[in-house]
């Protein structure tokens, strides 16, 4: 495996087969300190900040500041005072210093659906000026579901021929040999498979698409706090994200949008809503859209959940995305090693890609009873999460997970495999979230 002191891609060190040298590993972590900025149970291992990031502290302060003193005191003051007002751009500058997207380019906002329905129709009804033969949205098959849900439901209000088409991810991952004809207006791409943990190159499947007439828009729910993203320097057209996952903003914090500069201007939004108005408190009867990334708000915004989620990214502040990614490599290496070497007996499949271009920040294996596994695993206070079909999550916040955490993640598994510990009824009943 690769660890931080080795530098990526600087040999191949010996291999890390035990938890003592877990350990030492853990202690010359220069990213160690950030473990104490985050709240978790005591004797729980979090591997599941790709679906909900962990509790920063100061969180409940802030929420309690801003529920006692801005609202309980300020009351409707507090819109000017305590600076609510300007909550979306002031947090969308510091998600375009993580995401490399530029001052002036991001807002947090909304959801990551609701945001994705805004981007997709402002990119197709451009394209519609420009290349009005174009009406094909184009998007991975393999995409989260929401995103496809969000296309269809799009081009059900387009009418007039659009439709969306689905691409395999090894088509993604050729550049396009065949699915980027000249019908295709706009292309939907997600960072990180979610379910996989495949990543995609950006810069140069952006390049692809460009050159194939259409434009680029980027989930990055999966990526944005876990691995380097330059969306301005790869030339990215517009992109979404959502802040709970590895920036930790707390459960159903608001997403963010980002949009280029060349484009910002070029058609509104659909959802006109009167926080993406020119002058909002002018209260006129028609709608003007405000100039640059403003124009993509569209309602009143949740103060609370925006005020705590800042104080996740405000933790970004202090790290360089760099050696989160060193580090999350790093964990990933060890992780994808122990399965291999402790787990082989077993019908476990490493599906996440071993190359280190090509993976994000998660280790995804199957089991054919993996949900019951998981939930063995989680009885011990070891949380990850299931995806069907077959595929248990790990996903590594660098942040505040740790090499023995991988280490004890996989000895468990071993265990609940070797002695057929997920065979029991209880773990195989389930609830309404899996």
């Known amino acids: 495996m690769t660890t931080p002191s080795d530098g990526l891609g600087a040999g191949s ?85 993580i995401v490399g997207g530029g001052a002036g380019t991001t807002v947090v906002t909304d959801t990551t659906s609701i945001n994705l329905f805004k981007v ?9 000026a420009d290349a009005p033969e174009r009406s094909v949205i184009l998007t991975q098959r393999e995409n989260f579901p929401s995103d496809i849900y969000m296309l269809e439901g799009l081009v059900e209000q387009l009418g007039d021929g659009y439709e969306v088409r689905l691409v395999d991810d090894a088509e993604v991952a050729a550049g396009f040999p065949n699915a980027l004809t000249d019908e295709v207006a706009v292309v939907v791409l997600t960072h990180v498979n979610y379910r996989t943990g495949r990543l995609f190159d950006m810069a140069e499947t952006t390049a692809a698409i460009h050159a194939g007439g259409a434009l680029a828009i980027w989930d990055l729910c999966h990526s944005a706090g876990a691995l380097e993203v330059d969306l301005a320097g790869a030339g990215a057209d517009m992109a979404v994200g959502c802040t709970y996952k590895f920036l930790n903003g707390g459960p159903g914090s608001p997403a963010f949008v980002w949009v280029s500069e060349a484009l910002q201007t070029r058609f509104s939004q659909p959802l006109s809503g009167w926080w993406g108005h020119r002058q909002p408190f002018e209260m006129e009867p028609s709608y003007t859209p405000a100039d640059g990334i403003r124009r993509y708000l569209t309602g009143t915004q949740g103060i609370l959940s925006m005020s705590v989620a800042e104080v996740g990214l405000d933790v970004f ?24 070497a402790r787990l082989s007996h077993h019908p476990v499949e490493v599906v996440t890609p071993r190359e280190h271009a090509a993976r994000g920040s998660q280790v995804s294996i199957t089991h054919p009873e993996g949900f019951a596994v998981m939930s063995a695993l989680i009885t011990r206070g070891i949380i990850g999460d299931y995806r069907e079909p077959e595929v248990l999550r790990f ?14 993640t996989v000895e468990a598994l071993r265990e609940i495999l070797d002695d057929r510990l997920w065979d029991v009824p209880q773990h195989k009943v389930r609830g309404a979230v899996t």
Do not use: H
């Open 317 to 340: 502040g202090r790290v360089d995305m760099a050696d989160v990614r060193a580090k999350s490599l790093a964990l990933s290496d060890l992780f994808i090693e122990l399965v291999d």
């Open 13 to 97: 060190p010996a291999p890390v087969l035990d938890r003592a040298a877990c350990v030492r590993l853990d202690d010359a972590d220069p990213l160690r300190s950030l473990r104490d900025e985050f709240l978790l149970p005591p004797g729980t291992i979090y591997l599941d900040g790709n679906s909900l990031g962990a509790r920063p502290t100061g969180a409940a302060e802030r929420a309690q500041e801003v529920i006692a003193e801005e609202w309980g005191t300020g009351l409707i003051r507090s819109w000017n005072d305590a600076g609510w007002f300007d909550l979306p751009a002031k947090l969308g500058e510091k998600v375009a210093g």
């Open 395 to 408: 996903g590594l916040t660098p942040l505040y997970v740790g090499y023995a955490d991988v280490w004890d």
């Open 120 to 128: 997709a129709s402002a990119a197709c009804r451009i394209q519609a």
